[in-house]
């Protein structure tokens, strides 16, 4: 299986950007981030950079401002390594399929255990019980 171009750039870009996010960028604002995935526009002049921060909403909130200041700095530092004519505008977007995931799972674990702590449903009354014998003919007559 053959990757596009675009997907191979993607890959690169993910990787390069994930090192100066992680190793090289000194900001105290910066969580325990994740860079989940990368997007390039089909003229690869804009590239959407998606991450997860562990943490609260307000740690979530100094990232995304952190990183909102550092896009600039990151695109300059990775600029280098890249074999591009231009190198994509960096534009960082928080990644809420992880979390959406993980309220989904959330909510499936509870009908699961809802089903396991049903009461267990009493035969049809139109069905015989596995105990009682069927009615025969033979008693009608009497």
Not at 39 to 56: M, S, W
Not at 86 to 114: C, G, H, T, W, Y
Request: hydrophobic letters at 40%; glycine letters at 2%.
């Amino acid at each position: 299986m053959s990757w596009s171009r675009t997907s191979r750039i993607e890959a690169q870009l993910k990787e390069k950007i994930a090192v100066v996010v992680l190793e090289r960028l000194s900001d105290p604002r910066l969580g325990f981030i994740t860079i989940t995935g990368v997007r390039l526009t089909a003229d690869k002049k804009l590239c959407r950079v998606f991450y997860t921060v562990l943490g609260t909403d307000a740690k979530v909130k100094l990232t995304t401002r952190a990183l909102l200041d550092a896009a600039p700095n990151v695109q300059e530092r990775i600029a280098p390594s890249l074999r591009m004519r231009s190198v994509p505008k960096l534009v960082f977007v928080f990644d809420e399929s992880i979390e959406k995931e993980s309220r989904m799972n959330a909510i499936l674990d509870q009908i699961a255990e809802e089903r396991d702590n049903a009461p267990k449903a009493a035969p049809a009354e139109s069905e015989p019980a596995e105990s009682e014998p069927a009615p025969s003919d033979e008693d009608d007559s009497a």
